[in-house]
């Protein structure tokens, strides 16, 4: 039977108007080749936006991860602990670089990296005199991981710290941005994030000697001189000028976009909580979660239906779910290495499900999802 209603996406792009003047100011002045304006712009009012001292826009938040890798000399069989519960762009970089991940497990309380599990990993390492190169720390759906005893502990063992906020803009932790506490913080612009430059990233950080670093290496790893003189080798992971113009305009409706999210969620957890066996995922007690996404998990045996059964429930009335993120350790690409527990995150796989969070979404929308989802529990 052909769909009469309109398809409700997951998390679509959701333009606020602002960005056609930004662009528009690029194609008058002629500025389309990379840098520019806006580009300078973009960074500086990034930065303020987040509370970082330096920024640099790149054409993908996976381009600014590897930077950071690169900056912190991440190399063959370094290991590198990270946070398994999250999408592969975290962990593809540390490959990029020949390194080793670790996996390390979440907490229950905002499903993002378990800092006991990362003490106990730290502590072992010392103990055996391996020393990781670095910690990746992932920002999950919106919410900032509990930053307070990750970065002590990175410091205790000095172990520099890279922060994948991709998702976690707009997000706070303890009112202060997750991606500002590390070394280096990682942003994402990519077409279903909070904000998008259709596709884009930011690396930030307060150290200007890695961050003119991370410049050069973005582009070409130009040195200083008249002609392309070259002594290491470098990328091309500079945003382009016309993007950071959509950047801009998005970044005037950042506020909007979290208030918005937010009550998307508020909305669902009102329609849904009441139903046996639904669980949305917390919100933990530091900060600000943006709810990106809202998350819940289902419980079969309460609920009478699985997540998948949701899922395609959904499907079949042209709303686009998705399961969470498949844990890291249990991707075949990542089996071999290893995972510190694993447990929490492969829990929350077999049941969670995000619902269509974008900031555009009409209360009929909502309606629609719920509606369709109220149907699988009877
Ligand atoms: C989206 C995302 C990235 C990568 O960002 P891109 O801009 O798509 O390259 C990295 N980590 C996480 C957790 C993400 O969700």
């Given at each position: 039977m052909p769909h009469t209603s309109p398809r409700i996406y997951l998390c679509p792009p959701h333009m606020s108007g602002y960005e056609q003047q930004y662009v528009q100011e690029a194609f008058a002045s002629n500025?389309?080749?990379?840098?520019?304006p806006n580009v300078d712009a973009f960074e500086a009012e990034f930065c303020a936006a987040v509370g970082s001292r330096y920024g640099l826009a790149t054409t993908s938040g996976t381009a600014a991860l590897h930077l950071a890798l690169r900056l912190l000399d991440v190399g063959t069989g370094d290991e590198v602990l990270v946070?398994?519960?999250?999408?592969?762009a975290s962990v593809n970089p540390i490959l990029y670089q020949g390194g080793i991940p670790t996996f390390i497990d979440s907490e229950a309380?905002?499903?993002?990296?378990?800092p006991n599990l990362l003490e106990d990993t730290l502590r072992r390492r010392a103990r055996a005199g391996r020393k990781p190169k670095a910690v990746v720390l992932v920002h999950l759906f919106g919410q900032s991981a509990d930053l307070d005893p990750i970065v002590a502990l990175c410091q205790q063992y000095g172990v520099p710290l890279v922060e994948d906020a991709a998702e976690a803009v707009g997000a706070t932790y303890k009112g202060k941005?997750?991606?500002?506490?590390?070394t280096l913080g990682v942003f994402s612009f990519n077409g279903?994030?909070?904000?998008?430059?259709?596709g884009g990233g930011m690396l930030v950080s307060d150290d200007a000697v890695l961050m003119a670093q991370a410049r050069k290496l973005a582009t070409?790893?130009?040195?200083?001189?008249?002609?392309?003189?070259?002594?290491e080798v470098g990328y091309n992971y500079r945003m382009s000028n016309v993007l950071a113009g959509i950047g801009r305009g998005q970044l005037r409706v950042l506020a909007e976009r979290v208030a918005a999210h937010r009550q998307n969620f508020a909305f669902y957890q009102e329609a849904?909580?009441?139903?046996?066996g639904i669980r949305f995922m917390p919100e933990a007690p530091w900060g600000c979660h943006s709810r990106w996404l809202t998350c819940l998990t289902i419980d079969p045996t309460q609920f009478g239906a699985d997540r998948e059964a949701v899922r395609l429930a959904l499907e079949a009335d042209n709303i686009e779910a998705r399961p969470v993120w498949k844990p890291m350790h249990m991707q075949p690409v990542y089996a071999g290495y290893e995972a510190v527990g694993g447990g929490v995150s492969a829990g929350v796989f077999a049941q969670g499900l995000c619902l269509p969070?974008?900031?555009?979404?009409?209360v009929a929308d909502l309606g629609r999802v719920t509606t369709s989802f109220y149907a699988t529990a009877l």
């Open positions: 500025w389309l080749a990379p840098l520019g946070s398994t519960f999250t999408f592969c309380v905002s499903w993002n990296m378990d941005a997750p991606g500002t506490f590390g279903n994030k909070i904000i998008t430059t259709t070409q790893a130009r040195e200083d001189a008249p002609h392309y003189e070259h002594t849904l909580r009441h139903l046996p969070s974008g900031s555009g979404l009409t």
